[in-house]
Nanobody, 122 residues
Framework: QLQASGGGLVQAGDSLRLSCAAS????????MGWFRQAPGMEREFVAT????????FYADSVKGRFTISRDNAKNTVYLQMNTLKPEDTAVYYC?????????????????WGQGTQVTVSS
């Protein structure tokens, strides 16, 4: 089970940190990802991190502004979002895959959190 939190309403240029807490004892074997979905749009990839945390990969639209990280001792993955833009407005979902590697394909993830709303005003 995945529980995402940390969303909110912010202004352009602000920062937010999303958290995703996982239950279970196999968190450190799962590759993790963040995806987002804006109204009327398809779900899109944001960032992914390997099980060890040693490998990360980002969508071009967030590269240099967002940072994905994880704390396996706390069963939690984070998404630090800086210099937010109105186009970052979306529901953000965390996801886990039964594979230690990264992936930017939603179909490779089997567990999904409930989503947390991020709204960035201009």
């Amino acid at each position: 089970q995945l529980q995402a939190s940390g969303g909110g309403l912010v202004q352009a240029g602000d920062s937010l940190r999303l958290s995703c807490a996982a239950s279970g004892r196999t968190f450190n074997t799962y590759g993790m990802g963040w995806f987002r979905q804006a109204p009327g749009m398809e779900r899109e990839f944001v960032a992914t991190i390997s099980a060890s945390g040693g490998t990360t990969f980002y969508a071009d639209s967030v590269k240099g502004r967002f940072t994905i990280s994880r704390d396996n001792a706390k069963n939690t993955v984070y998404l630090q979002m800086n210099t937010l833009k109105p186009e970052d407005t979306a529901v953000y979902y965390c996801a886990a895959r039964r594979n230690p590697n990264t992936s930017n394909y939603a179909s490779n993830y089997v567990y999904w959190g409930q989503g947390t709303q991020v709204t960035v005003s201009s």
